[in-house]
């Protein structure tokens, strides 16, 4: 399995962007992915997961209500919609995918198997 991001750029404060993450195969519904985030000199932090069926998103808690994880099953593309953008959600944001990712570890960085180059996004105070 292979994973494509795509969609970063510069913003200003309180704009908005939308990454996308092609995944290479069939991904089944149980197909768990997610998009981590890594700014300078910080650790990777995750950011929203789902998996393929639609029916699990979660979020942490410094992107809830503003970021919306997405899944278009017929394109095989993962969404991140990320709106009201903060000067702190500057970052290189990676895609990551698993088959094997039970629902209590979505948020975890180490469930993850394959991972898609990163895309920065750079928000403008």
């Known amino acids: 399995v292979q994973l494509q991001a795509s969609g970063g750029g510069w913003v200003q404060a309180g704009g908005s962007l939308r990454l996308s993450c092609v995944v290479s195969?069939?991904?089944?519904?149980?197909?768990?992915v997610a998009w981590f985030r890594q700014a300078p000199g910080k650790e990777r932090e995750f950011v929203a997961a789902?998996?393929?069926?639609?029916?699990?998103?979660t979020y942490a808690e410094s992107v809830k209500g503003r970021f919306t994880i997405s899944i278009d099953n017929a394109k095989n593309t993962v969404y991140l919609q990320m709106n009201s953008l903060r000067p702190e959600d500057t970052a290189v944001y990676y895609c990551?995918?698993?088959?094997?990712?039970?629902?209590?570890?979505?948020?975890?960085?180490?469930?993850?198997?394959?991972w898609g180059q990163g895309t920065q996004v750079t928000v403008s105070s």
């Open positions: 195969g069939r991904p089944s519904g149980r197909f768990a």
């Open positions: 990551a995918g698993s088959s094997s990712v039970i629902l209590s570890a979505l948020r975890s960085r180490t469930a993850y198997t394959n």
């Open positions: 789902n998996r393929f069926s639609g029916n699990y998103a």
